[in-house]
């Protein structure tokens, strides 16, 4: 059994910052991808970063790149994700997803565990 918790959301006008965190407790594991995922209204789940273990490689989505950071502290099994110069379009649900497997994974199908999702709300 593996826990995820997310925490750090909130509302947020355009042009702010958030910092958003989760910690993984349960089946001890080494998770090599730490991921975060969003969820806006009426759309699909999408990708938003991902970091490897030693946290050498990261992947961003486009439409963050430059605006967001993923990091990780692997002593205390916790992924952050630090948004600066949020826009309306960021406004979704945020998902962080941890998986044994690291690479260009883009797909929220590929992995296996997820928390339960924290609103961001981001006024213009």
């Known amino acids: 059994q593996v826990t995820l918790v997310e925490s750090g959301g909130g509302l947020v006008q355009a042009g702010g910052s958030l910092r958003l965190s989760c910690v993984a407790s349960?089946?001890?594991?080494?998770?090599?991808?730490m991921a975060w995922f969003r969820q806006a209204p009426g759309k699909e789940r999408e990708f938003v970063t991902v970091i490897s273990w030693s946290s050498s490689m990261t992947y961003y989505a486009d439409s963050v790149k430059g605006r967001f950071t993923i990091s990780r502290d692997n002593a205390k099994n916790t992924v952050y994700l630090q948004m600066d110069n949020l826009k309306p379009e960021d406004t979704a649900v945020y998902y962080c997803?941890?998986?044994?497997?690291?690479?260009?994974?883009?797909?929220?199908?590929?992995?296996?565990?997820w928390g339960q999702g924290i609103q961001v709300t981001v006024s213009s």
């Open positions: 997803a941890v998986d044994p497997r690291f690479g260009r994974r883009f797909d929220p199908r590929q992995y296996d565990y």
């Open positions: 349960g089946r001890t594991f080494k998770w090599n991808a």
